[in-house]
């Protein structure tokens, strides 16, 4: 570990405080219809989209019919992806002749991107067309985006509301979404990152004679563009397969601490916006210090082992951190903030590689996933599954205070806990049920990279990642239609199987009266009710995963210090 | 001084270890293991079908003749898991059987006397109707719930109250109603029965206590969703073990996975839970009130604001003279001895009052009023009372009568009392004139007397978050006195039942949760509208049928007890939850290294608590899993313990104590279980 590292880390994590606060104001005025400085560009723009579309601005929708919306809005643009990378090879801006889809890799990469996962079993530089690139995976990361982020508005309007059946306008907050808030950010991130060096051009591919006498072949395209919403939306999916990793996706040290923030940005700043909207701006500095505290720790775990490097090399002589599958440019810190950055979000995307993380350096990544990603977490479902384990948390010490548990004066009830037990049994359903068939199943284990607890750790990720729609790849996994199918369906469930419980727990909430608070009435903005939101988050969503993490990289880590590898 | 009496009753406790209920206790936690019962309790059940599978297991092993001891232990032990779960529910329900019982001694077996037109028809009691008519004569036992319609008799109560006063039965107003095994002692009264037979007052007690109604109340099936879908999550947790155990070399048995997975649902206050809610129905009962619902006592917990009648709640039900003002030119002891004969013949309260403050003032107790005097009693209309007697006549009552009068006799209803009138009636008190003939003589102050102590208890609901509001008939100055002196929170003055209604409609458009006590028919409505009406014993039928709780001691009081009784109960399910979800911590690390051993051995790193063996391991950790049921068994019946204070307060405290308790308790208890079991060299 250096000082180095340890600024890094602390200069991101100021910027991303120093943020929260402006932007999280400004995305409630746009969330909440109110005008903007950037209403005199936008507003012409979002009046003619509503004319186009038939959208009745002012009409809001119950939960029920919000989650219809958002649904048929996810199946025609997962089919529209479908369609353009089955079609490719007709299609305009492919100067590398790149054939189409393969049925099964199609459809796992269009529901890796309408889900916001982005997974990607495929290397975009050798598989995905400019066009393809563009028009169904960059124009995804802004609608998945935005899509999430509305979701989580309609929730938290359910939480602030009273006696009311509606929670908003599910075109209208997309649209907004897109328009006033990933829009204008991209746009200027797009000329950051062109400034730091990144390509954004339409050109085919340079083939260059190294120093050393190779070939190699440079790759272009409107990387720029596509970098910035593969962060800002947690999207993670990058233009070429090393993503981050890349010195032309990412690359100075500015714009690797560019990125980072870009990752952060929405999820911190949407605690704030949830405590604007809900009139109690401590109650969104208390998620926001529940979710810095769990990121805190998992930094430090990860860098300690990143940093402390491997015992067994150590033996041999070479002293130093563990550099094996990290990026020289970025370094052990910036490394292992990158993969706990990437992973409390969904976003995925990696600037080294988290297979050959330490053991308990990996364990990391991995468990920030297995949380349900609620560590700032994706765009939006980040905040509405925190809010789901605010309510289980209440619900549970809520009790301890003599009173039938309350959230911001509302009673949580046999519906409220129903859902927000609909939503946390996801996770562990999604997870380990699917890498328990894998484990025994032969054409699984066909093509995983390693054996012992090493193999399992690769299993465990790959759920992990896709059912918390993250789309980081441990590696060491390759595709076949086993893969293929059941992560798809994975991907699929992780995002729609939290997020319908979700928007019904915030259709239950808007219908309730509220009490206003009391001395005798639990408050959820007090530093107790951090703690306890933590231990929840600890308790019920990581110590389900602790028998199978166990045998993974707990195992592998007390293995190593008895001299076993795999 | 009955009312006195009534305050200082303590609650009747019974020992937490009752030979007499625990003999039967033991013999129904056994009755409880038919499957068709447990499947209520989704956490037990899954414990029970553990239990039967072990067993399957283990007579496999029997048969197979392999070495069964490990399985035999397991299975044994999750058997008493859930026989511990059973003893708790059933400790609870037999501490209500054994009140029920009592009850039911009561109630034996009578006949009555059914009026028939003009003719009575002797039936049996049990025959009755809702509807007949019976004629009760002193003596007698009352055959059935009902109204008096005419009559007044007095009765003794006690089998229902345990107040051996007998209370006055009349008909019309608020005390006409009577209770089927009652007794009269004077007199003879006509009843309209108003309940069917096994539908009476005392059936509906007996069925209550006994828990043969009893149905999860909101906040008990919310909770159990939540074990439900705890107890989901482990089961696939464990579930999937299963194939990772193949992958990983070592293929772990049904019998280990099965006590892995008891470990880890929330078996403790799964097994608790149903005590926890028929133990505070219990406590509440022996405070001597009857909830008609567990319903009604959680919602007690919840109570946000109280309604509490000035009278009888607050004050004393009597107003008192302190003082008497005179007019100019008139001796005290001249105006004590008037006041002393206006009062004399008057009976009431405060008529004995005045008369005890003359005598105080130095008027003889022999200045008896002269031979032929004659009473005049007091009217709503006239609103004066007083005595003729010898050409003079003394009224006293509210001052423009009495100036009123004065100035009929042709005297002169001019006074410089007036601003004493005025700072009486300010200051809470009432202001009576007092006159002689066409003279007035003084003011007499009557000032309403606080029950000892209600500014503390006022304070302890403050602490609670409770808001206090005070109703009564008085004028709002008065009322605002009153309120002030006493420390409730708000009142509603010159209280009608309209504006009464109004109150709790407005609290609850707000969210508030409302609790009220009432006696009267009129109060029905509001006791019916109110979350939580507590009716006097004492009062109307109407007034009881619309509570959902009948305070038998008839003190307004006991609400505020009922309410922390609500708060604990709640406070216990939280706590147990919590404590149960943090002890997963410990028995994680006593079963993981212990199941992998073999296939990896460098999983022993994880055994922190340095457990002798694997099988002691798994077995320590499922003996302290059932065991600590049984310890827990007291705090369910007893509940937690609670003091009145800010929610964060009380929070801090218990997160402390069961949660991080919770997570350290079991480490320790499971390394003296191990102990224990390597000393006998039992594993």
């Known amino acids: 570990m250096t000082t180095a590292g340890w600024l890094q880390f602390a200069a991101f994590f100021i910027i991303i405080i120093a943020l929260t606060k402006p932007l999280g104001s400004y995305m409630a005025r746009v969330f909440e219809g ?41 199946a025609v643009s997962l089919a529209w992806i479908y369609l353009v990378l089955r079609t490719q090879q007709w299609l305009p801006f492919n100067p590398q002749h790149f054939p189409n889809l393969a049925p099964d890799l199609a459809w796992n990469t269009a529901i890796s991107f309408t889900t916001n996962t982005n997974w990607q079993f495929y290397s975009g530089e050798s598989t995905m067309s400019y066009f393809s690139q563009m028009a169904a995976l960059a124009w995804h990361n802004f609608v998945s985006a935005g899509v999430g982020i509305a979701i989580s508005v309609a929730v938290i309007r359910g939480v602030a509301r009273t006696t009311t059946k509606t929670i908003g306008n599910f075109w209208v907050d997309l649209t907004r979404c897109c328009l006033y808030l990933l829009l204008p950010i991209c746009v200027i991130g797009t000329l950051v990152l062109v400034m730091q060096g990144v390509p954004q ?140 950055v990437t992973t409390d979000t969904s976003c995925g995307a990696a600037n080294s590689s988290h297979d050959s993380f330490m053991p308990l350096g990996g364990l990391v990544p991995l468990v920030n996933m297995q949380l349900g990603e609620v560590i700032f977490g994706g765009v939006g479902s980040g905040l509405y599954g925190m809010i789901v384990f605010v309510v289980l948390t209440v619900f549970i010490a809520g009790l301890m205070v003599g009173r039938t548990p309350e959230f911001l004066g509302k009673k949580i009830e046999k519906r409220e806990v129903q859902f927000a037990i609909l939503a946390i049994l996801v996770t562990p359903v999604l997870v380990l049920i699917p890498s328990a068939i894998a484990s025994v199943k032969h054409d699984a284990l066909a093509t995983l990279g390693n054996a012992g607890p090493h193999g399992l750790s690769e299993i465990l990720y790959a759920f992990s990642s896709t059912n918390a729609n993250n789309g980081s790849a441990f590696g060491g996994l390759g595709s076949n239609f086993f893969w293929n199918i059941a992560t798809g369906v994975n991907m699929f469930f992780g995002r729609f199987a939290v997020a319908i419980p979700a928007l019904a727990l915030a259709g239950a909430l808007a219908g309730k009266k509220a009490v206003a608070p009391g001395i005798g009435t639990f408050t959820t903005n007090s530093t107790i009710f951090v703690v306890l939101l933590v231990g929840t988050i600890l308790i019920v969503g990581a110590l389900t995963f602790f028998p199978a993490d166990a045998l993974g990289p707990i195992v592998e880590h007390l293995l190593m210090l008895q001299g076993k590898t795999f | 001084m009955l009312a006195q ?204 206590v006994e828990g043969a109604q009893r149905q999860k109340t909101p906040n008990e099936i919310a909770l159990s969703i939540l074990l439900s879908g705890l107890t989901i999550v482990f089961l696939i947790a464990v579930a999937t073990l299963l194939p990772f155990s193949i992958y990983s070399g070592e293929r772990q048995t049904v019998t280990v996975l099965i006590a892995l997975l008891v470990c880890l649902i929330p078996t403790t206050i799964g097994g608790l839970l149903s005590a926890i809610g028929i133990a505070g129905m219990d406590r509440v009962m022996q405070r001597n009130v009857l909830a008609m619902s567990g319903r009604a006592v959680e919602a007690a917990g919840d109570v946000d604001t109280l309604l509490l009648d000035k009278t009888g709640t607050i004050t004393l039900g009597a107003r008192q003279a302190v003082e008497f003002i005179t007019a100019e030119g008139i001796e005290q002891l001249e105006a004590s001895r008037i006041a002393f004969y206006s009062s004399l013949s008057d009976e009431t309260p405060e008529g004995r009052s005045i008369v005890a403050l003359a005598e105080r003032n130095g008027v003889s107790k022999e200045d008896a009023l002269p031979d032929g005097a004659t009473f005049v009693p007091f009217s709503a209309y006239t609103r004066m009372s007083g005595v003729d007697f010898g050409g003079t006549s003394i009224r006293k009552g509210a001052p423009d009568s009495i100036l ?78 009153i309120a002030g002196e006493s420390g409730v929170d708000d009142f509603l003055a010159e209280a009608t039942p309209e504006t009464k209604m109004d109150l709790i409609k407005r609290e609850q458009q707000a969210g508030r949760l409302v609790a009220m006590t009432g006696d009267g028919t009129n109060d029905a409505p509001a006791l019916a509208q109110a979350d939580v009406g507590v009716a ?148």
């Not at chain 1, 596509?226 to 890349?246: D, Y």
């Not at chain 2, 033991?26 to 499947?39: E, Q």
């Not at chain 2, 809702?130 to 009902?146: H, Q, S, T, W």
């Not at chain 2, 006509?190 to 007052?201: D, H, I, K, L, Y």
């Open chain 2, 404 to 481: 009123a009068w004065v100035r009929e006799n042709g005297g002169d209803a001019q006074t410089n009392l007036a601003p004493d009138v005025e700072r009486i009636a300010r200051a809470g008190g009432t202001p009576l004139l007092l006159a002689r003939n066409t003279q007035i003589v003084g003011v007499i102050h009557l000032k309403d007397i606080l029950k000892p102590n209600m500014r503390d208890r006022f304070a302890r609901l403050r602490a609670m978050g409770i808001r206090t509001v005070m109703i009564t008939g008085d004028n709002p100055l008065t009322a605002a006195a």
């Open chain 2, 536 to 683: 006097m014993n004492s009062g109307t039928q109407a007034a009881k049928e619309a509570a959902n709780m009948v305070d038998l001691d008839s003190d307004p009081t006991k609400l505020i007890e009922v309410v922390e009784i609500g708060k604990q109960l709640l406070m216990t399910r939280g706590a147990l939850t919590t404590f149960s979800i943090a002890n997963d911590v410990a028995k994680y690390f006593a079963i993981l290294p212990a199941m992998f051993a073999a296939a990896y051995p460098a999983m022993n790193a994880l055994n922190i608590m340095r457990l002798s063996t694997p099988q002691s391991a798994i077995l320590s950790a499922i003996i302290f899993n059932a065991l600590i049921i049984v310890a827990l068994i007291p705090l369910a019946l007893r509940g937690v313990d609670y003091k009145p204070r800010g929610a964060n307060a009380v929070l801090r405290k218990n997160v402390l104590l069961y949660g991080l308790g919770g997570i350290i308790v079991p480490f320790i208890g499971i390394k003296i279980i191990d102990v224990i079991l390597a000393v006998l060299h039992l594993t």
């Open chain 1, 34 to 74: 109110e005008r903007t400085w950037l209403s005199p560009v936008f507003a012409p723009v979002e009046r003619f989209i509503y004319r186009l579309s038939g959208v009745r601005a002012d009409e809001e929708m119950p939960w029920h019919v919000y989650a219809l919306a958002m649904l048929a809005f996810s």
């Open chain 2, 5 to 208: 009496r009534r305050l200082e009753r303590r609650p009747k406790s019974r020992p937490l270890l009752d030979r007499a209920i625990l003999g039967p206790a033991i013999l129904d936690s056994f009755k409880k293991l038919n499957p068709r019962a447990m499947a209520r309790n989704p956490v037990m059940f899954i414990v029970e079908v553990g239990a039967a599978v072990t067993t399957l297991f283990l007579i496999r092993d029997l048969a197979r003749h392999a070495p069964a001891g490990f399985d035999f232990a397991i299975s044994a032990w999750l058997w008493f898991t859930v026989l511990f779960a059973n003893l708790a529910e059933a400790m609870a329900e037999g501490r209500g059987k054994a009140q029920a019982d009592a009850l039911r001694r009561t109630k034996t077996e009578t006949t009555a006397r059914k009026v028939d037109g003009d003719r009575f028809t002797i039936v049996a009691a049990n025959s009755l109707r809702k509807g007949d008519i019976v004629r009760i004569d002193a003596g007698e036992i009352i055959p059935a719930d009902g109204d008096v319609i005419a009559g007044a008799a007095t009765v003794d109560e006690s089998a229902i109250t345990g107040e051996s006063a007998p209370v006055v039965r009349e008909s019309g107003g608020d005390r006409s109603a009577v209770t089927g095994g009652t007794r009269v002692l004077s007199d003879s009264i006509t009843v309209r029965v108003t309940a069917n037979p096994g539908e009476s007052f005392l059936d509906r007690m007996i069925a209550l």
């Open chain 1, 201 to 340: 051009n339409f050109n085919a591919y340079h083939t260059v004679k190294t120093v050393e006498g190779a070939a190699q072949t440079i790759t272009g395209g409107p990387m720029a563009s596509q970098e910035v919403i593969k962060e800002l939306g947690t999207n993670g999916g990058g233009f070429v397969n090393a993503n981050s990793a890349s010195p032309n996706e990412n690359p100075t040290p500015f714009s690797n601490l560019f990125e980072m923030v870009m990752i952060f940005l929405i999820g911190a700043s949407l605690t704030y916006m949830y405590g604007k909207m809900v009139k109690d701006t401590r109650q969104g500095w208390a998620i926001f210090a529940a979710m810095a505290i769990v990121f805190v720790a998992g930094f430090c775990i990860a860098y300690a082992f990143e940093g402390a490097g491997n015992p067994l090399i150590h033996q041999l002589g070479v002293n130093g951190p563990n550099m094996e599958g990290k990026e020289c440019r970025l370094g052990v810190g910036a490394s292992a903030l990158f993969a706990t």
